[in-house]
C-alpha cells in the first residue's frame, strides 16, 4: 500500500506589488486534495476583492495549525546567497537570518512598500543589499534569476523582500508544528506540514492553461505537481537533491527549490 506523506497541497504564486494590506491581483492560491485535482481559494470575504500578503499569512496559519500534513508551496526565495552571509559577517543560521532580514527590511509593516526600503525612506536596507551578481545553488542549477535582481520580468527579488518577514511570522506562530524545507533538515517528519520554496516555471508547459492567468496557472501548477509528485511516489527522490556533501551544507543556508535536482 502507497503511504503518502501528505493530504493537502497548497500552491500559491507571490507577489512583491505595493503593500503588505494591499488587494493584490497577481497573489493566487490554488488548493488540493489527494482526492480532488486543486481549485483556487478565494480570500475571505472583504471590500479587497483579491488577497492581500498579510492575509494570506493569518489564512496559512489557521491552516498549518490544523491537524492535517499539508505541504506548501510558495514561489519566493526562502533565503540569500551565502555570499550575502559573508559580506554581512552573518552567522550560517537560517532561523537567525530571518530575524536579522525582517529588522533591516520591516515588509511586513503597515504602508510600507518594498522600494520605500529600497530608496531608504523606510528601514536599513543599504545594511544589508545583495549583487544581482549572486546566486544559490539552487537558482545556479535552475536557471533562476538571482534574489537581487529587481526591475526585470521574471525576476522573484521584490517578490521575496516581501515575503521573507512573513515566512518569520508564520515560524514564530507555529513553532516546531511545521517543517520548514530544507532548513529544518532534508528528511521530512511524518505528520507534520511542510512549507517549501518552488519555481512553478519548472513544470507550468506540463499542464493546460485551461482559461486560467499566468498567476493562476502559476499557482495551479505549483499545487497539482505537489499533489502529483506525492501521489505517484516521486517525491522523495526531489527531497534528496543531487549535491555534493559540501553543497548540502550550503543549501541548508541558502535554501533549496523544490523540483530541482
Known sequence: MTKFLFQRYIGID????????????????Y???REALPVEIEPPPSPRK??????LAEWLLQRLSEDMPTLVGIDHSFSFPLRYFEVH???PDWPAFLVDF?????????YTYVDFIRDGSRGDGEARSGSARWRRIAEQRAGAKSVFHFDVPGSVAKSTHAGLPWLLYLRRRLADRVHFWPFDGWELPVGKSVLAEIYPSLWKKSYPREGRTPDQHDAY???AWLRQADLDGSL??????????????????????????
Open 14 to 29: 507571490y507577489s512583491g506589488a505595493m503593500t503588505p494590506d494591499d488587494s493584490l491581483k497577481g497573489l493566487r492560491v
Open 31 to 33: 488548493q488540493a486534495s
Open 50 to 55: 483579491y488577497w492581500t500578503r498579510r492575509g
Open 89 to 91: 559577517h552573518l552567522e
Open 102 to 110: 525582517q529588522k533591516h527590511w520591516p515588509t511586513d509593516a503597515k
Open 221 to 223: 501548477v505549483a499545487a
Open 236 to 261: 522523495g527522490r526531489f527531497l534528496e537533491p543531487a549535491l555534493l556533501a559540501e553543497e548540502y551544507h550550503v543549501a541548508r543556508v541558502e535554501g533549496w527549490i523544490l523540483g530541482v535536482m
